[in-house]
């Protein structure tokens, strides 16, 4: 891959994440909490598809991107704690809501994690965006 291809893919996968995002908003107005959760979970996933792309680092399933996000980037403290707990709690609700018989997320459980996806995106955009300057 040419690191202008590199570069789209990267760029993709944040718009991705950012049209996941508006999703998730979309679903939350309805309601639908389980699709909340859902959509929180797989807008964070691309950012941090976009961010291995970006560092050359490839994942090739979702535990696999966990591990590795947490192996580079939490453990060696470029991205703080905090992102890694977001990321492992968002994929085990998207799990539990689409996997388990009989949860219904409610409004309580789901909200606070349309602002933490947000501010997880944005944080992944500026890496990016910082690793382009330099």
Known sequence: MTNL???EMVAYYISRADEILDEAAHLAIKGFWNGVANRLYYACFNAV???LLNDGVAAHSHSGLKTIFHKNYIK???FEEKLGEILNR???QRDDADYKVKVRFTE???????????K???TIK??????KIQ
């Open 126 to 131: 500026e890496k990016i965006e910082h690793s």
């Open 120 to 122: 997880f995106i944005a």
């Open 5 to 7: 291809e590199r570069d």
């Open 49 to 51: 598809r976009a961010v």
């Open 76 to 78: 060696n403290k470029i």
């Open 108 to 118: 309580e459980q789901i909200r606070p994690n349309i602002d933490e996806a947000i």
């Open 90 to 92: 968002l994929m085990n």
